[in-house]
């Protein structure tokens, strides 16, 4: 009796519950050990519905992609922190590869800051701990990678009245966290440049360089009625940092075939090789961009147009993308062309450019994961057992486990009841600053009006976080085009003349 009792505690309380994913955009995804782990994101594009769930992939062994989508297991955290429902933040796994990271990013109210501003989940223990922030600026849009020094860079991003910021600012300085001593410092940017928001990054093979990929840029603030103009950033110009040495630069490729400008894209460098992957991202109107795949050689500096075939996820944005081997990347959730988010995912063959629907797990595997983006971060680490039946278990078990605890029930009211058991890098004194040590805020400032989301029956609700929209006090939503609008005639002439510049026209909001 003991024996069966323990079996179905086993069963049904030891095994991994198989789930599907709720269809999210703005989330993070990494890949701890053999398990793909992927946290909150909002469940509309308006990002004012958030979610905090930890959700995990076991991609250890092969499966079919279209069964393996609903075989998710929730990660239930212990303890009182209460990591809140957000989106837009910057998420990395760190050493020993057991634990990620989580930065900033968009409350679920859109009013205030977030409680804690820097968060890290140990997978093993299941709990959340906080690491100071208190004396920097909370951003979200930002860009973030874990080094190969034991230290997470941080780079860009907008704080503003989305997340309870008085003025709008842009950080610009390299942002560092020390993973030995669980402190701040920052490497100033270039005087007078300002940050990014919404683009993204990744590490060399070497682990020296961090290069930054595209985003948008903010030039000037216009009127009250016009707001901002916006420009994307130029892809054939790169920002990069050296983390040995922490000088800022930047590199041009030298490639015929360029990207267009884009944001709220993924990018990561494919291990054992010095070559980037960037997929999906949207323009300035938040249109999904249609040359959404490309390579980089970070070698030569060249761009290659990547043409995928089979049927895959197509043009995404606010999207994860985790590369769990050299021949493998998955694509995850986002916001789709038909404008919804999604709940799938989509494994492509990153050696045949195909996309794939049986899947051939991590056993055998000869590459060594990379560290790369904001959003991935793979494991190099030794990878702990795998367990085989994490896939068919959950589903098996779930309804196994329901069937046999009903014979149970039948079996112990004619028998006595049982209760079951239930190198650290040398650091330029001259130019890195510990933010602990600084109480004002270190970046450029503008001041704006409070930018409010209005709903369909045009009542103001709550501010809305950037993504490449504006707000006019008309309480008309403001999105970007490359024509002249009737509103236009308010900006400069200088502004209105500026080349390549993203230029905003009142329409309605998609639905």
């Known amino acids: 009796m003991k024996s069966l009792l323990l ?8 095994s991994v519950l198989a789930l599907p994913h709720a269809a999210t955009c703005g989330g993070g995804c990494v890949l701890l050990d053999t398990k793909i782990y992927c946290y909150g994101g909002a469940l509309h594009r308006f990002l004012d519905r958030g979610i905090s769930t930890i959700m995990s992939l076991d991609v250890a062994s092969n499966f079919s992609v ?17 990591s809140g429902q957000f989106a837009l933040f910057s998420m990395v796994a760190v050493p020993p590869r057991d634990s990620f990271i989580v930065y900033g990013g968009i409350y679920d109210q859109h009013i205030s800051p977030h409680l804690y501003e820097t968060m890290i989940f140990n997978v093993l223990t299941q709990s959340w701990n906080t690491i100071d922030s208190a004396n920097q600026t909370q951003t979200y849009n930002s860009a973030m990678v874990a080094g190969n ?28 966290l020390d993973l030995k001593t669980m402190k701040w410092s920052f490497v100033p940017y270039l005087d007078g440049s300002i940050g990014r928001v919404g683009h993204s990054t990744a590490l060399s093979s070497d682990g020296k360089t961090t290069y930054f990929f595209g985003g948008s ?30 000088l800022w630069g930047s590199v041009n490729t030298s490639s015929t075939v360029i990207p267009t ?15 980037i992957l960037l ?20 070698d030569t500096l060249q761009w290659k147009q990547i043409k995928l075939s089979g049927n895959g996820a197509g043009p995404l944005y606010m999207h994860s993308m985790v590369i769990v081997n050299n021949s493998t990347a998955f694509v995850l959730f986002g916001i789709g062309a038909d404008e919804a988010t999604k709940s799938d995912f989509h494994v492509l063959d990153i050696s045949a450019w195909t996309w794939i629907e049986n899947y051939s797990g991590l056993a055998g595997s000869t590459a060594t994961p990379n560290n790369s983006t904001d959003t991935t971060n793979p494991n190099d680490g030794e990878r702990s057992k795998s367990n085989t039946g994490a896939i068919v278990g959950g ?46 805020d270190q970046s450029g400032t503008m001041a704006t009006n409070t930018e409010h989301f209005h709903d369909k029956g045009n009542n103001p609700t709550r501010p809305l976080p950037l993504q490449a929209r ?29 080349p390549d510049m993203f230029v905003p026209s009142v329409k309605p909001d998609k639905e």
């Open 217 to 246: 840029i903010n030039y000037e603030y216009v009127n009250a009625s016009y707001g901002y103009l916006m420009d994307g950033a130029e892809m054939s110009n790169i920002v990069t940092f050296d983390t040995t040495t922490s």
């Open 7 to 14: 079996l179905l505690s086993y069963l049904f309380v030891g």
């Open 66 to 82: 279209t069964s393996a989508r609903n075989n998710w297991a929730e990660v239930k955290p212990k303890g009182d922190i209460d």
């Open 149 to 176: 020094d034991d230290k997470i860079y941080l780079w860009g991003g907008i704080s503003d009245a989305s997340i309870g910021a008085t003025n709008r600012t842009y950080p610009a300085d390299m942002r560092i």
């Open 470 to 498: 504006l707000v006019s006090t008309d309480g008309n939503i403001v999105e970007y085009s490359n024509a002249r609008s009737p509103a236009a005639a308010n900006k400069p002439s200088a502004a209105v003349n500026k």
């Open 279 to 298: 997929y999906g991202g949207a323009d300035g109107r938040l249109d999904h961009v249609s040359d959404y795949c490309y390579t980089l050689d970070l």
């Open 261 to 275: 400008k884009r944001m709220y894209h993924t990018s990561e460098r494919i291990p054992g090789t010095n070559t």
């Open 395 to 440: 589903v098996v078990g779930g309804v196994a486990g329901v069937a046999l605890i009903a014979a149970a029930i039948f079996f112990m009211r004619r028998k006595r009841k049982s209760q079951p058991s239930p190198h650290e890098a040398e650091k330029v004194k001259d130019k890195i600053i510990d933010i602990n040590s600084i109480h004002d």
